[in-house]
Every structure is written in structure tokens, then in C-alpha cells.
């Protein structure tokens, strides 16, 4: 438990606890949370999708930091080589952070509109909203002023006012995506090339965030990131490089990395029934703090993804390098209004 930390310690939980308030729930695997990042990205991939991500991290120190989120996006209208279609977009994250169990449960509705710009791509802009709810429990925090000069003593008065003990707000982004596609995409060609940008606005409102009658605000943040695919050509080898930049307040997080996939087993050109396989090893790395790793494997319409953070910044001290593991679960299907588009640009 949490009261038989070190003082430092516990001061680092305290110190999360006043900055989780203004700053938002973030996944390693970005790839596998779009809707999360940039309203733009639904539907945005020509079929549907729905995502559920799990996040476990700082375990090591007492009391995990666990997030979840679950989306799913589609086309809203019909598909066409020619023709703009318009798509939605739904996001559930759930958050339960250190100590003071500091939760929040959010809700964002997307609504986005690709056109396409040239033979092979097209341009998508994208709007959210939604609401969120955070709440706190004070009778598991620890103050500087229980400190008695040994360790810390429960029965030392804390000396800090309480506050509210939910909160609920609006929150408003926007974004904008473009995305390239050309290539045969089966082993025998393998000759494909993909390349997904966009960047967005979130909080757009600066939604008010404090749990005490202050100004605090939740900081508008600014996202830009991009994923790439690139075939070798006659061979079952592919190269999917990305990378995140977020800032957000004072905060930037910058991740950068690549994965290598082989394809073990192709889909099936005529019959559709061979869904096909395939399996990715990826490292990335965020800017000053972690080292990741991730393994994914593709059977049909699902993909199934592990990683785990090492941590390399100073909280090394304290979690011996262990930071967090992540699984996500992807199942891809095709609607109504998919059947018969390309995936060609």
C-alpha cells in the first residue's frame, strides 16, 4: 500500500495527482486509439472498426495507474471512387490514477467528411464533443504536513481543505487528416504505399477542471501524427514507421518509431474467405522517458497488440524500469455503405 512508501514516494503521487487534473490519458500504441487523437481519422480507413485498449502502468510503485478505452468508427454514407462520405466516430475512456484514485469517464462523439483530392487520396476534416466526469477520494492523500520527521504519521493533521468531489464538463476538438494510397498490397507484388497525417485542436473550450472553486483549466492541445506503410516489393516484408507529437500546457510528448511486419499468409484475391496473417515486431521511443516495445499479430479481421513501456527517465529510481504494458484488441469489418469502395487512395 501507498502509506508504507518512502516519503519521496509518496510526493511523487502527489505531485501526479495536481498534474493529472489538467492533462489528459495518453496510450503508447497510438495507432490503435485515431478517434482519440484526431476526430478527422474516423471512418478514415474505408472500414469499420472497433478498438479496445487497456493500459496498466507504475505498478511496481504501489498503485497502478489504469486507463481504458474503447472506440468504434464507420461510414455513415455510401463509399464511392468518385464521391466525399461522411463518418462517425464514438470514444469511452475510463481513467483511474495513483493514491487518490483520481477518476474520470469521458464520452466523445466524432463526425468527419473525406473527399477525395487526387487519383489516389484524400483529405478528411473532422469535429468532436462530448462530456466528462472526474472524481477524487481525499482520505487516501499524504501531505508534507504528516510528515513527524521519521516517516509519516496518519494521525498529524493533513491541513489541506477539501474540495468538490466530482466535476463534470463539455469538451469541444477539431482536426484535419489527409491520407495516400497506391500499390498492390498482396506478397506477389507487395509494392504498396500508405501514408496517413493529420493534426487536431482537442479542448478546444479549455473546459474547467479544478475540483476547488479555482480557475483551472484543461489545457487545449495540440496533436499531430502520422503512420506510414511501406511494402517490399516481392517479398512478405513491410515497414510501418509513425510518429506522435503532442503539446499540451507546459507538456510535449514527442514518440517516434517503426514496426516490421511479415506477412504470413495473404488474403485471398477471389474468394474473400482467406482473410490472410500476419505479425509485427515494433520499438518506439518517447522523448526523454521511455522505451517501448510492441508485438502484433493479424488473424483475419482481428489484431491483437502487446507492448510494454521501459522507463528511462529519472522515475527510473523508483520503478527499476518498469512502466507500463498495454493490449489492444481490433476488430475490422465492412458495412453497407463499405462494400465495393477502394482502398486505392
Not at 501514408?195 to 483551472?216: D, R
Not at 483549466?217 to 502520422?226: Q, T
Not at 527517465?313 to 518498469?322: H, I, T, V, W, Y
Request: hydrophobic share 35%.
Amino acid at each position: 500500500m501507498i502509506k508504507q512508501l518512502p516519503l519521496p514516494i509518496l510526493m511523487l503521487f502527489i505531485f501526479s495527482f495536481n498534474l493529472v487534473q489538467g492533462q489528459d490519458v495518453h496510450f503508447s500504441q497510438f495507432a490503435l486509439t485515431p478517434t482519440l487523437l484526431n476526430p478527422a481519422l474516423a471512418g478514415s480507413e474505408k472500414q469499420s472498426q472497433a478498438i479496445i485498449n487497456y493500459r496498466n502502468q507504475w505498478k511496481s510503485l504501489g498503485n497502478p495507474y489504469t486507463s481504458f478505452h474503447a472506440s468504434l468508427d464507420y461510414a455513415l454514407t455510401k463509399i464511392n471512387n468518385s464521391n466525399g462520405y461522411l463518418a462517425a466516430g464514438i470514444d469511452i475512456t475510463s481513467d483511474k490514477a495513483g493514491a487518490s484514485e483520481l477518476k474520470q469517464l469521458q464520452s466523445v462523439l466524432s463526425l468527419a467528411y473525406h473527399a477525395r483530392i487526387g487519383e489516389n487520396s484524400q483529405l478528411g476534416v473532422g469535429l468532436s464533443g462530448g462530456f466528462g466526469q472526474r472524481s477524487v477520494n481525499y482520505s487516501n492523500l499524504q501531505w508534507g504536513s504528516q510528515f513527524d520527521g521519521n516517516a509519516y504519521n496518519g494521525s498529524l493533521a493533513g491541513g489541506e481543505a477539501g474540495g468538490a468531489n466530482s466535476i463534470s464538463f463539455a469538451d469541444i476538438g477539431a482536426g484535419i487528416q489527409w491520407s495516400y494510397s497506391k500499390g498492390e498490397r498482396y506478397m506477389s507484388g507487395n509494392d504498396q504505399r500508405k501514408a496517413t497525417l493529420g493534426i487536431s485542436l482537442l479542448h478546444i473550450n479549455q473546459p474547467a477542471c479544478s475540483f476547488y472553486s479555482t480557475n483551472e483549466k484543461l489545457n487545449r492541445k495540440f496533436v499531430a501524427s502520422g503512420q506510414f506503410l511501406l511494402g517490399i516489393p516481392n517479398s512478405a516484408l513491410s515497414i510501418l514507421p509513425g510518429f506522435l507529437y503532442s503539446q499540451q500546457g507546459s507538456l510535449t510528448e514527442v514518440l517516434v518509431g517503426t514496426r516490421i511486419r511479415y506477412l504470413l499468409e495473404q488474403e485471398s484475391n477471389y474468394t474473400g474467405f482467406e482473410k490472410g496473417k500476419a505479425i509485427s515486431l515494433g520499438t518506439f521511443y518517447r522523448a526523454g522517458d521511455a522505451f517501448i516495445t510492441s508485438l502484433h499479430l493479424e488473424m483475419g479481421k482481428l489484431e491483437f497488440c502487446v507492448s510494454y513501456d521501459f522507463t528511462l527517465s529519472s522515475l527510473e529510481q523508483a520503478n527499476n524500469g518498469r512502466g507500463g504494458m498495454e493490449l489492444a484488441l481490433k476488430y475490422s469489418f465492412v458495412t453497407a455503405n463499405q462494400k465495393g469502395s477502394s482502398k486505392r487512395y
